[in-house]
T-cell receptor
Framework: DTEVTQTPKHLVMGMTNKKSLKCEQH?????MYWYKQKAKKPPELMFV???????INESVPSRFSPECPNSSLLNLHLHALQPEDSALYLC?????????????????FGPGTRLLVL | QKEVEQNSGPLSVPEGAIASLNCTYS??????FFWYRQYSGKSPELIMF????GDKEDGRFTAQLNKASQYVSLLIRDSQPSDSATYLC????????????FGSGTRLQVQP
């Protein structure tokens, strides 16, 4: 089973709203990722969590706040977003991260949350 | 030079033909290479990964890796209209932050 789930599927929010995106995996993976993808562009890495610790923050604005409550869950808290933040937000997981490569670092993506900021 | 380069396409092939998708990368020490398929409006789906020079086959898909030429390709045999999608090449750099680097993707159109 290589399933990563994400909720909600769609989200519309105003610039003053606070919302959260949720990601879950039950594959025993110890690395989880948030990506942002705009139309006709590749996924753009935002954050990497390895063993529940933040390992990479790709200079993401503070209006995006990640959280990893446990090894199966990853949240992305959103606050005071801008219309240009509208995109597909993807969560991914892998067995491991930062090792020598190989099957352990194969990333599996969830279905994504399509976010529209008005 | 981009770290991972792909022709954006669209690459148009007739049904039943072989589709050949190419990807070049700049980090000579890269170790792991991944191909993802992404349908419009959907998330990327892993097709194959390859680590060793040579070919790796999985059903209608064959990944080919040539580290000396810094080149990885994906062949799709007996292409079907359902193969029409964007194919993303992803490379794990050898050093540094070790996050996957994605190419911009090649759009494949299989004509019935």
């Amino acid at each position: 089973d290589t399933e990563v789930t994400q909720t909600p599927k769609h989200l519309v929010m105003g610039m003053t709203n606070k919302k959260s995106l949720k990601c879950e995996q039950h594959m025993g993976h110890r690395a989880m990722y948030w990506y942002k993808q705009k139309a006709k562009k590749p996924p753009e890495l935002m954050f990497v969590y390895s063993y529940e610790k933040l390992s990479i923050n790709e200079s993401v604005p503070s209006r995006f706040s990640p959280e990893c409550p446990n090894s199966s869950l990853l949240n992305l808290h959103l606050h005071a977003l801008q219309p240009e933040d509208s995109a597909l937000y993807l969560c991914a997981s892998s067995q491991d991260w930062g090792a020598s490569g190989g099957v352990q670092e194969t990333q599996y993506f969830g279905p994504g949350t399509r976010l529209l900021v008005l | 030079q981009k770290e991972v380069e792909q022709n954006s396409g669209p690459l148009s092939v007739p049904e039943g033909a072989i589709a050949s998708l190419n990807c070049t990368y700049s980090d000579r020490g890269s170790q792991s290479f991944f191909w993802y398929r992404q349908y419009s409006g959907k998330s990327p789906e892993l097709i194959m990964f390859i680590y060793s020079n040579g070919d790796k086959e999985d059903g209608r898909f064959t990944a080919q890796l040539n580290k000396a030429s810094q080149y990885v390709s994906l062949l799709i045999r007996d292409s079907q209209p359902s193969d029409s999608a964007t194919y993303l090449c992803a490379v794990r750099p050898s050093t540094g932050r070790r996050a996957l680097t994605f190419g911009s993707g090649t759009r494949l159109q299989v004509q019935p």
